[in-house]
């Protein structure tokens, strides 16, 4: 059989969701720095606990070993809307960001060959990602105002099955990061400013390991590697330079997770994860310029998620899914900004789903509290004063994923 032929569906799937997602704008702020580790509703209604499972299109985020489960041609698209409030109040007075609304997608596609060890995919996905917005009349306008950056996943996958209980999966990935981050002077009120933006590019690597060892117990491993990505653009520091050429390097970390799923009986999953992200990489940001370069300090810390999650499936098609999920902040108190309202978040989740014989679909709630998260220490702006104080976070969320397999 001719090679193009057995390629061409899955190609053409492929084309399609590249284009598609290519148009939509996918920006987020998380817990553990910039991360947005949610990418499917089946995996989010179980607390994000997926790695040892996998066995939907978006294991080509979660494990790419795990597409060696999927028979055929497979398609599937997540979309995660989420609200995210920050509350302040310190010794400058009180304060609180512009709640944030935004939809994170994603899109799958899966192709594994009638009794061939081997399968392919392809995935666009956001991994990290950053929305935020103070107003100009906030008492924490010197720190932070709109702030944006978005990096978007174009995935390309190969997996083997090398044994029935053993499959590995590897990933290349193009990265592409758009950057925008801006905050008043204070130096020239009213209208001083620095702003930084501009775009860059990465090629990346992900490794996963999915092994069956018995009919109950299966085990999970994936690794997604750093990478280093160089944004080019322009900065301006009004009044004072209104704009000119820059560049800085911005440090995305590696993410290893590790998870078992326990299934007593065919009617029940269960599974545990640790998730581990690196950001420990992630230092001082410096804008090159020729008025002179401008360092931003972050020093960010890595950081875990720890995921657990339950589904109860039933015989018409129908599943039920709880999950709990914790993690730690990764950003540091000296070098704390508004910008990241970033702290230790406690994940609970529900959610319903079926799966027909074509057609599949998945809705999850999620509500994250963040506590409240006294900081202490942040770095001052250039009169001085700093946003140390009390900050309220939280999130709510939703989940839909629609699958088909042809």
Known sequence: MNPVHLFHPAFRACALLGGALALLHSPAAFASGSRVGFKDA????????????????????????????????QLSGNLYHLSLSSDYSGAAGTASMDDSYVSVPSLYATWNPSDAPWAVGFAVYA??????????????????????QTYLTYNFTGAWQVTPALSLGLSVTY??????????????APNDLFRFEGDGDAIGANLGVLWKASERHQFGLS??????????????T???????????????????IAGWSYRPTPEWN?????????????????????????????????????????????????????????TANSTPDATYTPAVPDSDRHFYSAGLGYRGQRLSFD??????????????????????????????????????????KF
């Open 42 to 73: 089946f995996a989010t209604a179980r607390g994000n606990a997926f790695v040892a499972t996998a066995d939907n299109p978006s294991a080509l985020y979660y494990n790419p070993a795990g597409i060696t489960q999927l028979p055929g041609l």
């Open 363 to 404: 809705l999850a709630l999620q509500h994250a509290d963040g506590g409240t998260r006294r900081v202490s220490g942040s770095p001052a702006n250039l009169l001085g004063t700093t946003a140390d104080g009390t900050y309220d976070n939280a999130i709510n969320a939703v989940s839909l994923s629609l699958g088909y």
């Open 238 to 256: 009004v009044p004072l330079v209104a704009s000119e050429p820059a560049s800085a390097r911005f440090e995305f970390p590696a993410v290893v």
């Open 270 to 326: 269960l599974e545990v994860n640790v998730d581990w992200t690196g950001w420990d990489r992630f230092n001082t940001v410096t804008v090159q310029k020729a008025s002179g370069n401008q360092p931003l300090p972050f020093d960010w810390e890595s950081g875990f998620f720890y995921e657990f999650g339950a589904t109860r499936f039933f015989a018409n098609g129908w599943n039920v899914s709880v999950g709990y999920c914790f």
């Open 223 to 236: 690794y997604s590697h750093r990478t280093s990505v160089k944004i080019k653009g322009t900065s301006s």
């Open 127 to 148: 991994p990290f990602g950053l929305e935020t917005e103070w107003s100009d009349a906030s008492v924490l306008r010197t720190f932070a105002l709109k702030n944006e």
């Open 175 to 188: 990265n592409r990061v758009e950057t925008d981050l801006n905050r008043r002077l204070g130096v020239f």
